[in-house]
């Protein structure tokens, strides 16, 4: 069989079909497999050894929600479209309780993911939530395999 190369844009893309898949059945524990071990070539294996992989569990003020969910979605998309480090950000909400948040994040090393929180979009997003945000849980994690198809 031979190797395909896949940028983390594309491999991206198909956890993201992936999780819209796990998410639209509600269960909360098969998204986070998911994340953890959808399929991605060979090749890009060797990579994780260097990365950066989180989980953020988030406990958001129902009163602020939809307010949260702009500032969370607009820190994500500058963050992997301007940061070359950040290789993933994927943020969800609990089917049966939309005020729990997980985020899944992947930066590149350890000085992709400090130099990250340095940059401004990631300064605003902190302080434009600090008072939505009732809790958060930031689980630090060991990549095993993380993994996509190539987008067809």
Not at 69 to 89: F, I, N, Q, S, Y
Not at 91 to 112: G, S
Not at 115 to 130: D, G, V, W
Request: proline letters at 5%; one cysteine or more.
């Amino acid at each position: 069989m031979e190797a395909i190369n896949v940028t983390p844009a594309v491999w991206g893309k198909q956890i993201c079909a992936t999780l819209k898949l796990a998410l639209g059945s509600g269960l909360l524990l098969i998204l986070i497999i998911c994340m953890l071990s959808v399929f991605m070539p060979q090749s890009a294996l060797a990579q994780d050894k260097n990365q950066v992989v989180r989980i953020a569990k988030l406990r958001i003020d129902s009163a602020q929600l939809d307010n949260y969910m702009a500032a969370l979605k607009e820190h994500a998309e500058t963050a992997v479209r301007v940061e070359p480090g950040v290789l993933t950000l994927y943020a969800v909400a609990e089917k049966n309780d939309p005020t729990r948040i997980t985020v899944f994040e992947i930066y590149a090393d350890a000085a992709a993911y400090q130099a990250h929180l340095q940059t401004p979009h990631f300064k605003k997003y902190k302080s434009t939530t600090k008072d939505m945000v009732k809790s958060l849980e930031l689980v630090e994690t060991v990549p095993i395999v993380l993994a996509a198809k190539p987008r067809l």
